[in-house]
């Protein structure tokens, strides 16, 4: 993911924030559930794609599988192992959640998106998981595991929820992904998993359960991340209770923790050396067009890249890589937005916090050796 040719006992990772291939996204894919929707304002899925063709033109009809990954389909590809929070139902289930007002949905015949970026693991420890009841999870838990894509966060009870994907790393160890969702993204307290009950990781920011399984269950040679699904959609204020949370998974053995849930990127934190990653912003959705939060450059997206070396202690280097959303694909993001990703993320940064630095590459680079 850099320009500089690491060396092979290296691990990357790439980690992006919320991945929306349902609703508008779905709709332009080979594969199309139906466009009803249950929301206040809008009916009809296709409605957010004639929305996004006035904005920016039009986006050609069936897109292909990794169309919605435009220019970071590269970046994707040259990672050792790839993590996302999936934040999509993948199922044809009719019911949704009542009165949720949200919910989204992708045909689970357009699964071949998450192959087309090499997706290796996702976090479903979110909002919009259970947005078609329990036969939707059930339908997207089993679509996963069918593409072979690791799972976290969500599951058939608590137990399955509360377990680590589990991916092999090169030259031995394993990448363990805990996924975990705090109440206040909007999880509802229903969709908590429990025993005999599918559902999501719903934990409370005081909870040592996580900070217990990842000391108990981390080897030598292991990477951890900590996925975590917390916060409003908007702000960049970070609440001293997730600061608490972040660093506790730290100090039980989490090399790094991997925030989602606002659909723009947030302040990062280097704790005892390790990149804490408040909130990575939405990666792909279908919101082209739709105004009101505009001092957030909410068109603006980013990847995250991180490289550990072959002790696989602290990370060696993480870097960002500045995209835009356009005609649901995406596209590298021109050097000043890129400048203004780095001058808003420092001012908004945590604790000990490198400065990001824009290079020739356009992408903002944050040594940590």
């Not at 139906?34 to 996004?52: F, G």
């Not at 959640?97 to 976090?123: E, F, Q, T, V």
């Not at 990477?223 to 001293?240: F, I, R």
């Amino acid at each position: 993911m850099s320009h500089d040719a690491p060396p092979d006992d290296t691990v990357t990772l790439a980690l992006a924030g919320d991945v929306m291939l349902g609703r508008g996204i779905d709709q332009v894919l080979s594969h199309s559930v139906s466009p009803e929707l249950h929301e206040p304002y809008v009916r009809d899925a296709r409605d957010y794609v004639r929305l996004a063709e006035h904005t920016n033109g039009p986006i050609p009809r069936p897109v292909d599988p990794a169309y919605p990954w435009g220019e970071a389909l590269a970046e994707l590809r040259e990672a050792t192992r790839r993590l996302i929070n999936l934040e999509t139902a993948v199922t044809t289930s009719p019911a949704p959640w009542p009165d949720k007002g949200i919910n989204y949905r992708m045909h689970p015949a357009n699964i071949g998106c998450l192959a087309a970026a090499g997706i290796d693991a996702c976090s479903l420890a979110n909002n919009h998981v259970l947005d078609w009841e329990r036969p939707g999870l059930t339908e997207t838990l089993a679509t996963l595991d069918a593409a072979g894509v690791a799972r976290a966060g969500a599951g058939a009870d608590a137990a399955e929820a509360a377990r680590p994907a589990v991916v092999p790393l090169p030259g031995g160890g394993r990448l363990l992904v805990w996924g975990l969702g705090l109440a206040d993204s909007g999880i509802p307290e229903a969709w908590r998993a429990g025993t005999g009950r599918s559902g999501v990781n719903l934990v409370e920011a005081d909870d040592d359960g996580v900070a217990g399984a990842i000391a108990a269950e981390k080897r030598p040679g292991d990477l951890v991340v900590a996925s975590v699904h917390w916060g409003g959609n908007w702000g960049y204020a970070v609440p001293d209770a997730h600061r608490r949370l972040a660093h506790r998974l730290i100090d039980a053995g989490a090399d790094l923790i991997h925030g989602h849930s606002s659909h723009h990127p947030r302040g990062l934190e280097r704790y005892r050396g390790r990149p804490i990653l408040y909130g990575c912003g939405d990666l792909i959705n279908d919101y082209e067009g739709i105004h009101g939060h505009e001092g957030y450059f909410p068109d603006l997206a980013m990847l995250v890249g991180c490289r550990w070396t072959a002790d696989r202690d602290t990370p060696q280097a993480l870097w960002l890589t500045p995209l835009r959303r356009r005609r649901f694909t995406l596209e590298r993001a021109a050097p000043e937005e890129a400048d203004w990703l780095a001058e808003t993320l420092n001012r908004h940064g945590q604790g000990a916090c490198p400065p990001l630095e824009r290079r020739e590459d356009n992408r903002l680079w944050w040594t940590l050796d």
